[in-house]
């Protein structure tokens, strides 16, 4: 079991926006601690979309958003296109694990 | 351009070693925290140890620690992964990360390398 959570699974059809959740505790989220995000696409390392709550790297569209509050996260997908189809995971720091901790990924389905 | 090229992985019985290198290029690697994050098949992403800037600074999940060794040399811009008495739940594709971040609890991962597999089995 994760020490953050999010949801196993979310779909959407092309155009539509889905928001994945990201719940932490009071040792990571709750502590002050930043949250990320990753997209791993099919058979593939993944690739850093979101870091330090809500900034994107250059070259992630702006479809991609996030935003944090107290123990929780989100990521929102505007505009879903095929393409967006993979697995995202959420990742902070743990205070009382001393160490860096990842959400169990949602897989995003396309219809 | 940042690259990481992970390589030394394979299959290895249980209670076997193997050490893992990542090659990194494209960047000021003494600059930069190094992690190990790992995916065992089908499941979700694990960090599993990172060594600061210098290599003096080491961190471990529990579950490696004892086990595993993380180390770099900074003079051939390489990061290596030391993995003693392994077990079937250490089977992984192993990622090599680079981290950034101003303090631990604002670190993330900001490139990857392409992984590689490790598979303990009998």
Same mark, same amino acid.
């Given at each position: 079991q994760s020490?953050?959570? #999010?949801?196993?699974? +979310?779909?959407?059809?092309?155009g539509?926006r889905v928001t994945i959740?990201?719940t932490?505790?009071s040792?990571?989220?709750?502590?002050g601690s930043?949250?990320?995000?990753y /997209?791993?696409?099919? !058979?593939? *390392?993944?690739k850093?979309?979101?870091?330090?709550?809500?900034? !994107?790297?250059s070259g992630?569209?702006? !479809?991609?958003? *996030?935003s944090?509050?107290?123990?929780s996260a989100s990521l929102?997908?505007?505009g879903? #296109?095929a393409?967006?189809? *993979?697995?995202?995971?959420? /990742?902070?720091?743990?205070n009382n694990? !001393?160490?860096? +901790?990842f959400?169990g990924?949602t897989?995003?389905?396309?219809l | 351009?940042?690259?990481?090229v992970e390589?030394g992985?394979?299959?290895v019985?249980?209670?076997?070693s193997?050490?893992?290198?990542?090659?990194a290029?494209?960047?000021?690697?003494?600059t930069?925290?190094m992690s %190990?994050?790992r995916?065992?098949?089908?499941?979700g992403?694990? %960090?599993?140890s990172?060594?600061?800037?210098?290599?003096?600074?080491?961190?471990?999940?529990d579950s490696?620690?004892?086990?595993?060794?993380v180390?770099r040399d900074?003079s051939?811009?390489?990061l290596?992964?030391?993995?003693?008495?392994?077990?079937?739940?250490?089977?992984?594709?192993?990622?090599?990360?680079k981290?950034?971040?101003?303090?631990?609890?604002?670190?993330y991962?900001?490139c %990857?390398g392409?992984?590689?597999?490790v598979?303990?089995?009998?």
């Amino acid at each position: 079991q994760s020490v953050l959570t #999010q949801p196993p699974s +979310v779909s959407g059809a092309p155009g539509q926006r889905v928001t994945i959740s990201c719940t932490g505790s009071s040792s990571t989220t709750g502590a002050g601690s930043d949250v990320h995000w990753y /997209q791993q696409l099919p !058979r593939t *390392a993944p690739k850093l979309l979101i870091y330090a709550n809500v900034d !994107r790297p250059s070259g992630v569209p702006d !479809r991609f958003f *996030a935003s944090k509050s107290d123990t929780s996260a989100s990521l929102t997908i505007t505009g879903l #296109q095929a393409e967006d189809e *993979a697995d995202y995971y959420c /990742q902070s720091y743990d205070n009382n694990l !001393r160490g860096w +901790v990842f959400g169990g990924g949602t897989k995003v389905t396309v219809l | 351009e940042v690259v990481l090229v992970e390589s030394g992985g394979g299959l290895v019985q249980p209670g076997g070693s193997l050490r893992l290198s990542c090659a990194a290029s494209g960047f000021t690697f003494s600059t930069y925290a190094m992690s %190990w994050v790992r995916q065992a098949p089908g499941k979700g992403l694990e %960090w599993v140890s990172a060594a600061g800037g210098s290599g003096a600074s080491k961190y471990y999940i529990d579950s490696v620690r004892g086990r595993f060794a993380v180390s770099r040399d900074n003079s051939k811009n390489t990061l290596y992964l030391q993995m003693t008495s392994l077990t079937v739940e250490d089977t992984a594709i192993y990622y090599c990360a680079k981290g950034r971040g101003a303090s631990y609890s604002r670190a993330y991962f900001d490139c %990857w390398g392409q992984g590689i597999l490790v598979t303990v089995s009998s």
